[in-house]
Nanobody, 124 residues
Framework: QVQLVESGGGLVQAGGSLTLSCAAS????????MGWFRQAPGKEREFVAS????????YDGDSVKGRFTISRDDAKNTVYLQMNSLKPEDTAVYYC?????????????????WGQGTQVTVPS
């Protein structure tokens, strides 16, 4: 069982930066792929970024490429999402997820555990 708690959300002006954190419980954190997804009101959940457990390879969603960076610190059981050059269309609830997968981590179905979400708001 893995429990995930996101933090770091808030209101930030367009062009600004924000770092989200996701703290995980469990001694086997290092064996899980970690991902960030987001969901805006009235829209489907969207893949943001993932980092695999064995290679630490990362994948980014098309809409955040070059602006967002995912990283993990297995010693701290924490995954981060550094968000730069934020835009109003980045406004959403951001969810952290953990799962055992040998895929890219781009699909929500690859994850068994989810956090409660943290709101990010970028006013237009």
């Amino acid at each position: 069982q893995v429990q995930l708690v996101e933090s770091g959300g808030g209101l930030v002006q367009a062009g600004g930066s924000l770092t989200l954190s996701c703290a995980a419980s469990g001694r086997t954190f290092g064996r899980y792929a970690m991902g960030w997804f987001r969901q805006a009101p009235g829209k489907e959940r969207e893949f943001v970024a993932s980092v695999l457990w064995n290679t630490s390879r990362t994948y980014d969603g098309d809409s955040v490429k070059g602006r967002f960076t995912i990283s993990r610190d297995d010693a701290k059981n924490t995954v981060y999402l550094q968000m730069n050059s934020l835009k109003p269309e980045d406004t959403a609830v951001y969810y952290c997820a953990a799962g055992i997968t040998y895929g890219s981590g781009k699909e929500a179905r690859e994850y068994a555990y989810w956090g409660q979400g943290t709101q990010v708001t970028v006013p237009s």
